[in-house]
């Protein structure tokens, strides 16, 4: 777990099953670069409270989101808003020998910070890289954007740099009595990937399944 000042350390500072907390900086670049959506809660102008789902991608020492010009949350960040963004791997179900003591293996990280707003050139590459972290060469095989689309776009870019970590990995902690009955105990491993792909109801004959899909779904 980092923590960078005594000030801040409130806010990563891991009190529930402290054991599972983790300062390895490279695990945490891993579950970001895994991840697609994290979830970003911050206080609108308003006063009202909001934890919303948005899809990230980590550029080195910083994390980027994007939305409409028009976001509400959106704006509130690029203003200056402070946020925190959530982002959760379940990696599998720990199958305990009682419901009380079963659980999951999972990395959970929550980040602390004030965003950059990004314009010109960095905002496309922030852009780019976005595109090529949810679809790896997908750049390559559309269109750029237009100057219209780039307005009604905002970027924003978090620095990594105030975050917490937290890993568990272990097994079931069955007490002595259940070990010692009849129930089957271990751990269920969750796996994701992608299925065949589905063209739209518009999409013109003959234009095949570009590269950059086919690739994801083998």
Partial sequence: MIMNSPRDRGRTAITRLPEYASADRAALNRLLDEQIVGHVGLVRPDGYPVVLPTAIARDGGRLLLHGSTGSPWMRAAASGAPVCVQVTAADAIIVARSAFESSLRYRSAVLFGVCESLDGEQKQAALDVLTEHLIPGRTQEVRRPTAKE?????????????????????????????????????????????????????????IAVPASVRDLTR
């Fill in 150 to 206: 780039l307005a009604a776009t905002l970027v924003l870019a978090l620095p990594i740099a105030e975050w917490s970590l937290k890993v568990s990995d272990g097994w079931s902690e069955d007490p002595e009595s259940d070990i010692a009955g009849d129930a089957w105990a271990g751990v269920l491993p969750i796996v994701t990937g992608y299925g065949e792909p589905a063209g739209a109801p518009d999409l013109r004959p003959g």
